[in-house]
């Protein structure tokens, strides 16, 4: 019952969200990748609300749910069903009575399983669709035959692009590379460090008092150069997400300093590589919102990095999703900690390989912890920590990792504020790995 009830919510907002596009036309932004699209949909809107009017997707509506949702302006009704009708009451009226639109709609796009962009791309025909990156073993694989047929499935987005429309790519993914020889429309690259049409280079954390602080890097395009730096988040994923915006804003019209300008007071979003303050006088880097292998390896990158932290230490959770590659990856994980950690802290059954293999490539057994606990591992984090210490702290969202960030933030007043799945609905659920 309660699936045919959302099936029938889905089809009517769709319906609404289709007439809404209809009656307004606006230019509409679609991104989709594996690893990123938050980001990239935050930092994008950052760049263009001073220009235009801008929609984005809140928070993670990235679904065939997500999308009407975003669309049509209206809440997340989560499981009541009053909600939901009120939704679909009020998606009517805005459907066909609302006088003013945002000229541009930032959509966040996903796929859970096989058939979900083909749903979305019949009916959502954008004018510039971002890829952000499709890795080897990206989440969600256990309900595809292997890591290339997620990546088929996002395609299939531009497939839906407009006959004048842009794809602005990751040029450094040589996965996307592949996908894009058949494409017609112009296709814009970015990259770190290779020649593409807007390439970052010399990009380096920034300190204040010897604690991280930020990014900074150039990104030239043309022949002209442009310095970046953007407050409150570290890690070489941001880069991309970065000098993609950027690359999103000059497409539409929007200069390289004006994007600049405007990332000087961007806010990265809660739980991806969030620097917090924490107790004791740590620093926390927040990437709590999910977890895949190449995410958790590049967090793990930042980390070893990052400079001045009297310890090191990973916080790291199951990755789900990932079918019969699961426990190869959290192993692999394990093999990367004893080059960028002092400490493991593990949580959760498919984490134990990665202490495994922290523990076989030389991390030794005294700083190896393991946890099937969300509460106890915070309380002997608490515990374990040390003025000076920086503490990384990354899992799929199951796992519910943000509750330890809790437990060791400096403001935990703010937490409502400052960390992922906040709401009342996410409070009430529990962790579904322990």
């Known amino acids: 019952m309660k699936d045919t009830f959302k099936k029938i919510v889905v089809f009517i907002l769709t319906i609404e969200a289709k007439f809404l596009l209809k009656r307004h036309k606006p230019i509409i932004i679609a991104i989709t990748g594996s690893v990123g699209k938050t980001s990239m949909k935050d930092a994008i809107y950052s760049v263009l609300k001073r220009h235009v009017s801008a929609r984005k997707s809140e928070k993670s509506f990235n679904s065939d749910i997500g999308v009407p949702l975003t669309i049509l302006g209206l809440p997340n009704g989560w499981n009541s069903t009053l909600l939901w009708f009120k939704n679909i009451i009020d998606g009517f009226m805005i459907a066909f009575f609302t006088k003013d639109y945002p000229a541009y709609l930032i959509l966040e796009t996903g796929v859970d399983r096989p058939g979900d962009m083909k749903k979305l791309a019949s009916w959502i025909k954008p004018d510039i669709i971002v890829l952000t990156r499709f890795p080897d073993v990206p989440v969600h694989v256990e309900f595809f035959p292997d890591p290339e047929a997620i990546a088929v499935e996002k395609m299939r987005l531009v497939e839906a692009l407009k006959p004048e429309g842009v794809v602005i790519y990751n040029h450094d993914d040589e996965l996307i590379k592949a996908q894009l020889d058949s494409i017609r429309q112009q296709t814009i690259g970015f990259s770190r460090n290779l020649p593409a049409h807007f390439t970052a280079s010399a990009d380096q954390v920034f300190y204040n008092d010897d604690r991280p602080s930020g990014i900074m890097f150039t990104v030239s395009h043309l022949g002209e150069i442009q310095d970046v730096k953007v407050e409150g988040a570290v890690g070489i994923q941001l880069i991309y997400t970065y000098v993609g915006a950027i ?142 210490d920086i503490i990384l702290i990354k899992a799929s969202q199951g796992i519910r990792a943000e509750r330890v960030v809790e437990e060791v933030m400096q403001d935990v007043e703010m937490a409502s504020s400052l960390l992922v799945r906040q709401d009342n609905a996410w409070q009430e659920r529990k962790s579904i790995a322990f």
Request: aromatic share 4%; proline share 5%; glycine share 10%.
């Open 247 to 388: 690359a999103v804003g000059m497409q539409c019209g929007i200069s390289m300093a004006d994007a600049a300008t405007a990332l000087l007071e961007h806010v990265p979003p809660p739980g991806r590589m969030r620097i917090l303050p924490g107790i004791k006088g740590t620093t926390i880097i927040d990437d709590t919102y999910n977890s895949s292998p190449i995410a958790a390896e590049q967090a793990l990158s930042t980390l070893k990095e990052l400079k001045h932290g009297k310890r090191k230490i990973a916080v790291l959770g199951d990755m789900l999703e990932l079918g019969r590659f699961s426990a190869r990856e959290h192993e692999r994980l394990g093999e990367l900690v004893p080059q960028c950690a002092d400490a493991l802290f593990t949580l959760g059954i498919r984490a134990q390989k990665i202490a495994e293999g922290a523990l076989e490539h030389g991390l030794s057994e005294r700083f190896i912890f393991q946890y099937d606990d969300i509460d106890r591992t915070g309380r002997e984090l608490q515990n374990f920590i040390k003025p000076g």
